[in-house]
């Protein structure tokens, strides 16, 4: 096997036989596509080229019928949960997938009311529901770590379920929040077909037994058995972790990340990453970095070119945002979380929920703020005076999940803005001192670090909009495990996957994770 590599302008590919001249008589595969930037920007091919017979092309796992095989109950229909159901059809074991909220189509009608009227249905929003948070962020996939499994098993399964095969080889691989509900569907049509079950509508309150024999009860009174329980509930299911805890279960206090997500108009992106060169036909421009700020990362997170700013609280009386961005990116403007790693240790106390709580009175602080304004009064007056600043007298938006917002100069300098500039959030944002209601050990590491970074005017007045808060980067508790077995360290036969065990981050890896836990399930009961 050699490698080789060919540089074409954006805009066009390699042609046949430019590949057939570097593979030298030899079979061409290619392996990956990167943009280059740094001086004409290019598309980067890479290949590797086999001798006949030598290539071995990655093969589909082939699913069983499990109609009448042993059940294992999944809990939860994001990627962990969906990719550990397709694993049980491969390996024998019928999956029965209980989802709180409702299939990919029918949830966009709750996060409609939520960005309209601000009314928010705990059970069915961005991070609840059929795909769980990622469905509508973009479906990034960038996770290429191996050491965990095989990622082809992961995008290979998702092309076959409708995604685009560019996410077999692109560096930044990505399906799209327009395509993404059509792939999930296909996925699930696939455990449909194949003698699966999907249940929506079904809030998991209990789950009891041992190996071999377990009992999974929903909020609508039914109950559903099977020899194990796949427990991937995703980051913010905090009523599953009181569940556990309530049993007598461990949990543990584990490190997440906040800040705030940072909206510029695209072109200023494209200007500064292209070097002035970007045309209509490049891609719309990304950027990422990663910096330390008084022993804490501070790192741009889920960046939606081309996207939209979207509400995704859970529950009332909270502001959460998120981005997310369709397969074109052909929207004008772009965001990106930019937050804060913390830790354990930045917030006292023993309790395995303290994290999770601090993450809440964030979110409820930014609410409190924006609904403080929108009433005036006493309220806004002392929130006002703790922050030294005058009350905003400007006409505040309607709705319950208005955002904080202050253009990125002003927050960098302390100040209150005046005006505001055009946002794509769609519920509205109010002028916030966003400096003060972040807590101080955020803000300030974020003020310090937005000066450093090396993409051109990022900070020029005028350029940049901060809104308050990005909160739901992962979960700020773990579900402990046992490294070998994988089963829940407190109760043997369950299996905590995913995002919401805290074991993942992000579609690729939590559906590895989903995928390693079915395995060690069926090794467990020796099928």
Known sequence: MKEFEIAVPVGHEPTAKQIASYAGGLEPVLVKRSLDARKEPLWRYRYEAYSAGEYEPYKLPEYQDVGSKPAVIVVGAGPAGMFAALKLLTLGLKPIVLERGKDVHERKFDMAALSRTGEVNPDSNYCYGEGGAGAFSDGKLYTRSSKRGDNREVLYQLVQFGASREILYDAHPHIGSDKLPIVMENIRNCVLKHGGEYHFGARVTAVGGKPGDFTVATAEGVEYKGIAVILATGHSARDIYEMLQRGGGALEAKGFALGVRVEHPQEKINYAQYHGKWRQGMPAAEYSFVEQQDGRGVFSFCMCPGGILVPSSTEPGTVVLNGMSNSSRNGRFANSGVVVQIEPEDVPGTDP???????????????????????????????????????????????????????????????????????????????????????????????????????????????????????????????????????????????????????????????????????????????
Not at 398 to 405: G, H, I, K, M, T
Not at 478 to 486: A, F, G, H, K
């Open 353 to 527: 929920f303290r994290l999770m709580d601090f993450q809440h009175s964030v979110e409820a602080a930014m609410f409190r703020y924006c609904d403080a304004v929108r009433h005036g009064g006493a309220e806004l007056e002392a929130i006002a005076a703790r922050a030294g600043l005058r009350p905003s007298r400007v006409v505040v938006p309607s709705n319950p999940a208005a955002a904080p917002a202050q253009r990125l100069e002003d927050f960098i300098a302390g100040s209150l803005s005046k005006s505001l500039p055009e946002t794509t959030y769609h519920p509205g944002i109010v002028s916030a001192p966003l400096h003060k209601l972040l807590p101080a050990h955020v803000a300030d590491r974020l003020r310090k670090v937005f000066p450093r970074v090396r993409i051109n005017n990022y900070c020029v007045p005028g350029s940049g909009l901060v809104l308050g808060v990005e909160s739901r980067t992962s979960s700020p508790v773990r579900i402990p495990r046992d490294p070998e077995t994988l089963q829940y360290s407190s109760v043997p036969g369950i299996w905590p996957a995913g995002e919401g065990a805290g074991y993942s981050g992000g579609i690729v890896s939590s559906a590895i994770d989903g995928i390693r836990c079915a395995a060690a399930i069926a090794e467990a009961f020796r099928f």
